[in-house]
């Protein structure tokens, strides 16, 4: 009975709050109302023929209620019913649908005194959510059980889920946050020149910085995977083609996705490192866990368990939050036309187009995406969730096109650093402790573009090499104007142009039975090559032959080809199989050395410690390509050439691209020192989680053999994408 009597003076109080929270707002919003009012000439409260100040204010705060009701009770059902909607969409909805409730609560006024245009109430509607939403907010600061309450409500959660028994401290939870495509030097550098405060903090009272390897495909595809399933085998580039089921595989598509997750998961036997009570936000994969949103691999699936959109819901439905993004996404879509422009005016170079719909790419990856996704992880802390793994793309985003240091990047990373604090802040009013791990999964290496550079892409050289058609733009190159640390001013372009006369002429003469055995397996061969890029590293494949093709094959069909390729002052080397050798590394001047023998003081010494070893694992993929392309590699300049339209590139061997890091908290175990590839970082974090955890963590969590696919968190077949 006495606790029951002390628990009613503490529910009086909150309820106490509440009220005075409630009416604080709704007078605040009526002033506000008033204000617009007097400001904006098509926006009334009065009658035609005038009223009194008192009528007026009584009239204000009809509408401000109104409104206020509207948007507790009818926004959430409306942003659920839009959830099928695009997100980017979605986002630009916001401002009509909030000025279409502010017209709603003005007719709702009684004597019809309240009137708006359009147009006045979709501002009217945003300044009364954003003041709303200040207020509120201001309100919360110093009451702890508001602030959760608020946090509970913007990332739908109803209560902690775990609650602490004899008031021993729960087991501490663990939140991974990839900032995508960060590499090591640019962190360390932005915490240098004092852009992530938070970062720095943590630097220097309760983390560890340590760099860990890419494998050759240092892409977010391939990193992700590895990290999340422990497996990313078979996974040679970002995007390739697979012979043997026609399918051209691209990791940010939800079909191909899906099947590198089945792939993993049969695999390794192992659901993924949040297959206990975990929560994946805004990854390419689930890794295993239960709560998803804005997981690539589910949204190809259809089913009551896909809950990738949940995210978006979660957050749109506070309308203040949607009106404060949809406001930042408009802000950041102006802020990147800017940039932009200034950049053509002072020449800035490289450079590569910006224009057409990247403004809106942009603000979706710097604002909407990452509010939903800092918000999901907000609630997966206050519910108390084991393990949490999100990604922040705004990074990787913003650098393939501005570069990976400067201006436009660097108010990125401060913006994420404050994502970050807001996390950590979270975190302190979670049921549980929570050791927060920051990673990413690969850098990013300037650079000019390989078309920029030399005047043709990948593609026009491979079918220069291989004899077919090309633009007369190409016949008539003179391969740009190659940057010094290419190759070396005006010695790399001779190089570069004799390379291209002497494919296109097509000067070597092979016997004439040679010659008519390739005419007839060219004419058998009909299908051109498929040239596909992943930043720097480039994959021919030819889909005609069912099988991997070998050196000679290829030197057979197309004499010109290897030779046009190798000897390119822009291509670092090739990886080609061999009848002879196995598989062979191709360089220029003539170099040749058979897999088998490759180490890191030969071709690739370039690349730097490890570049033999990926190159070596990559070459025993299944579906590595018939020719795999790596660009050249500027050692002092840290300089690579994107077969891509991106000046800061990632994606195969060069640079800083292959240097991502690991922010540790002290309390965990030391990672290897040497620390190589996507796999073993899956090692070392779930290692982490077993300490965190103790034996309530399994070891291994194995589907049903041949039933790899049920373990992944969403019902019925994968929907294909249009390219299978």
């Given amino acids: 009975m006495g606790e029951r009597r002390g628990r009613a003076p503490g529910r ?9 929270r409630v009416v604080t707002v709704w007078v605040v919003s009526t002033l506000t109302l008033l204000v617009l009012a007097a400001l904006l000439p098509d926006f009334q409260l009065q009658s035609p023929d005038g009223d009194s100040i008192t009528r007026t204010a009584l009239t204000a705060a009809w509408c401000a209620g109104a409104f206020g009701l509207l948007g507790a009770l009818v926004w959430p059902l409306i942003v659920r019913a839009l959830l099928l909607v695009p997100a980017l969409v979605l986002g630009l909805l916001v401002f009509v649908l909030n000025g279409s409730l502010l017209l709603v609560a003005l007719w709702l006024i009684p004597d019809g005194r309240g009137a708006a245009a359009p147009e006045t109430a979709v501002v009217v509607a945003a300044v009364m959510s954003a003041v709303a939403s200040a207020t509120s907010t201001a309100l919360a600061v110093r009451d702890d059980d508001a602030y959760r309450r608020r946090l509970y409500r913007l990332t739908d959660r109803k209560r902690p889920r775990i609650a602490r028994e004899g008031g021993a401290e729960p087991v501490p939870g663990t939140v991974f946050l990839q900032l995508d495509g960060v590499g090591h030097r640019v962190l360390r550098d932005a915490v240098a020149d004092g852009l992530m405060p938070t970062v720095a903090g943590w630097l220097a009272s309760s983390h560890t910085l340590v760099p860990w390897r890419t494998d050759w495909s240092s892409q977010t595809g391939a990193s992700q995977l590895g990290i999340l399933h422990g497996s990313n085998e078979d996974v040679p580039a970002f995007r390739w083609y697979e012979k043997d089921t026609g399918r051209l595989m691209v990791s940010n598509r939800p079909a191909s996705a899906v099947e590198l997750q089945r792939r993993a998961v049969e695999r390794t036997g192992d659901g993924g490192l949040l297959t206990l009570d975990g929560a994946s936000r805004g990854n390419l994969f689930s890794g295993g866990a239960d709560q998803i949103a804005l997981v690539l691999s589910t949204a190809a699936r259809r089913g009551r368990r896909n809950r990738s959109r949940a995210g978006y819901f979660a957050y749109f439905s506070d309308p203040a939050n949607a009106v404060r993004t949809a406001g930042s996404f408009v802000a950041e879509a102006f802020r990147e036309l800017f940039q932009s422009t200034r950049a053509r005016w002072r020449r800035v170079s490289p450079r590569v187009s910006r224009g057409g719909l990247y403004p809106f790419v942009r603000a979706f990856a710097t604002v909407v995406e990452r509010d939903v996704v800092v918000a999901a992880v907000m609630g997966d802390m206050l519910a108390g969730r084991t393990a949490v793994y999100a990604d922040l793309v705004a990074y990787d985003e913003v650098a393939h096109h501005s570069g990976p240091q400067g201006p436009d990047t660097d108010q990125v990373l401060a913006r994420l650093d404050r994502a970050i604090a807001l996390i950590a802040e979270v975190a302190e009013h979670a049921p549980r402790p929570y050791r927060i791990v920051l990673l990413s999964d690969h850098g990013q290496s300037p650079g000019e573009t390989f078309e920029s550079a030399y005047g043709l892409t990948l593609r026009d050289l491979v079918r220069v090499g291989c004899g077919l058609p090309v633009s007369r733009r190409v016949r008539r190159t003179r391969w740009g ?87 390119h002052p822009g291509i670092g080397f090739l990886l080609v199989a061999s009848e002879e050798h196995g598989s062979v590394v191709l360089a220029r001047d003539g170099v040749e050395v058979p897999v088998a023998e490759l180490d890191d003081d030969g071709p690739l010494a370039v690349f730097g410690p490890g570049a033999a070893a990926a190159v070596r694992r990559t070459d025993g993929f299944p579906h590595v390509a018939d020719i795999m392309v790596n660009s050249m590699y500027d050692p002092v300049a840290g300089t690579v050439h994107a077969f891509e339209e991106q000046i800061g590139s990632h994606g195969g061997l060069g640079g800083e691209q292959g240097r991502p890091f690991l922010l540790r908290p002290r309390e965990f175990a030391a990672p290897p020192a040497d620390l190589v590839g996507a796999e073993q970082v899956h090692g070392v974090l779930r290692g982490w989680l077993r300490e965190s955890q103790g034996p309530q963590v399994p070891l291994e969590i194995s589907p049903p053999k041949g039933d790899a696919e049920a373990i992944l968190p969403v019902d019925g077949p994968a929907v294909p994408d249009k390219n299978g």
Avoid: K, Y
């Avoid at 009086?12 to 005075?20: I, Q, T």
């Avoid at 030819?542 to 991997?548: A, E, K, N, S, T």
């Fill in 12 to 20: 009086w109080r909150n309820a106490g709050r509440a009220l005075f």
């Fill in 481 to 567: 104007h190659p940057r010094t640390e290419s190759g070396g001013g005006s010695e790399a372009r001779d190089a570069a142009r004799d390379a291209l006369r002497s494919a296109l002429h097509r000067p070597f003469d092979p016997p004439e039975e040679e010659a008519a055995e390739a005419a007839a397996v060219a004419a058998a061969r009909a299908p051109e090559p498929v040239v596909l890029a992943s930043g720097n590293l480039g994959l021919v494949s030819f889909p005609g032959v069912p099988h991997r093709m070998t050196r000679e094959e290829i030197d057979r069909l197309h004499p010109a080809l290897l030779r046009t390729l190798a000897q």
